[in-house]
């Protein structure tokens, strides 16, 4: 599996951001996609997940009601909208792809990783 995030840039607080992960290659055996950030200095830390199959989701609590995670099966596309933001949310923030069954929210369960892309927000 093969993930290409972009999206990110350099936005004000308040401001919106989407965020996409295009996969590609072997899509059909990864069962849950994610997104994870890593500011400077700190550990990576889960942001959002969703099911291929069912689009159930699991959010972070930092991000409940200010970032939606949806996907387009047809374009093996996932995304994250970001509302609201926060100069803590400044950060790379990662998209993933696990295998595991069931819904995880712990990187260790993720075994493919897109690149990165940088998003940053000015108070």
């Known amino acids: 599996v093969q993930l290409q995030a972009s999206g990110g840039g350099l936005v004000q607080a308040g401001d919106s951001l989407r965020l996409s992960c295009a996969a590609s290659?072997?899509?059909?055996?990864?069962?849950?996609m994610g997104w994870f950030r890593q500011a400077p200095g700190k550990e990576r830390e889960f942001v959002a997940a969703i099911r291929w199959s069912r689009g159930r989701t699991s959010y972070a609590d930092f991000v409940t009601g200010r970032f939606t995670i949806s996907r387009d099966n047809a374009k093996n596309t996932v995304y994250l909208q970001m509302n609201s933001l926060k100069p803590e949310d400044t950060a790379v923030y990662y998209c993933?792809?696990?295998?595991?069954?069931?819904?995880?929210?712990?990187?260790?369960?993720?075994?493919?990783w897109g690149q990165g892309t940088q998003v940053t927000v000015s108070s």
């Open positions: 290659g072997r899509t059909f055996s990864s069962h849950t």
């Open positions: 993933a792809a696990s295998q595991v069954e069931s819904m995880s929210t712990i990187a260790y369960d993720y075994g493919y």
